[in-house]
T-cell receptor, first 114, second 112 residues
Framework: DSGVTQTPKHLITATGQRVTLRCSPR?????VYWYQQSLDQGLQFLIQ???????AKGNILERFSAQQFPDLHSELNLSSLELGDSALYFC?????????????FGPGTRLTVT | TQLLEQSPQFLSIQEGENLTVYCNSS?????LQWYRQEPGEGPVLLVT?????EVKKLKRLTFQFGDARKDSSLHITAAQPGDTGLYLC????????????FGTGTRLKVLA
């Protein structure tokens, strides 16, 4: 158990809908990262927050947004969903900013768009 | 842009064989992490190497960080079916973006 929690575990929704994925980092970690992993693909970095502020952005679509709250939990919002958004979404946390800190992953949310 | 390339991309071996996975870059990393991911689950951190030339052992797994901190290798001795999974290396981007760079991954299958 990495200490990173994600809810829900599974999500099935229809095209055009909006969903929210939730992540709670390990106790004491200030950084949260979101990744997308499509079937048999590598991890695609979406976005990173540090202590409530956005610090890095990857290939995140405009239909996607995220935020980190004062209690450090984070939410990833996906809207106008398309079939191609079906994937595993992982949250990871680390004590500080990338470079000198280890990153720990949550169990993921499997999103299926029908 | 910093990149991490892993080789081989796929590896299928018999139980008991040895194997080595490589993670290479043209850039220097302050540290590199190795993860193993099983289908449908999150990557699990195996080890972090920090010092150039460093060697770390985790049971049958041996990790090495290159002297110049641009590459790393993972050697598995006497592989077992339980070693099956996707192996990923990752390093913190030192260009100031604060994100992690992930390798392309090595998908290992160990046959009983």
């Amino acid at each position: 158990d990495s200490g990173v929690t994600q809810t829900p575990k599974h999500l099935i929704t229809a095209t055009g809908q909006r969903v929210t994925l939730r992540c709670s980092p390990r106790s004491g970690d200030l950084s949260v990262y979101w990744y997308q992993q499509s079937l048999d693909q590598g991890l695609q970095f979406l976005i990173q927050y540090y202590n409530g502020e956005e610090r890095a952005k990857g290939n995140i679509l405009e239909r996607f947004s995220a935020q980190q709250f004062p209690d450090l939990h984070s939410e990833l919002n996906l809207s106008s969903l398309e079939l191609g958004d079906s994937a595993l979404y992982f949250c990871a946390s680390s004590l500080g900013l990338a470079g000198g800190y280890e990153q720990y992953f949550g169990p993921g949310t499997r999103l299926t768009v029908t | 842009t910093q990149l991490l390339e892993q080789s081989p991309q796929f590896l299928s071996i018999q139980e008991g064989e040895n194997l080595t996975v490589y993670c290479n870059s043209s850039s220097v990393f302050s540290s590199l992490q190795w993860y193993r991911q099983e289908p449908g689950e999150g990557p699990v951190l195996l080890v972090t190497v920090v010092t150039g030339g460093e060697v770390k052992k985790l049971k049958r797994l041996t990790f090495q960080f290159g002297d110049a901190r641009k590459d790393s290798s993972l050697h598995i001795t006497a592989a077992q079916p339980g070693d099956t999974g996707l192996y990923l290396c990752a390093g913190g981007d030192t260009s100031g973006t604060y994100k992690y760079i992930f390798g392309t991954g090595t998908r290992l299958k160990v046959l009983a």
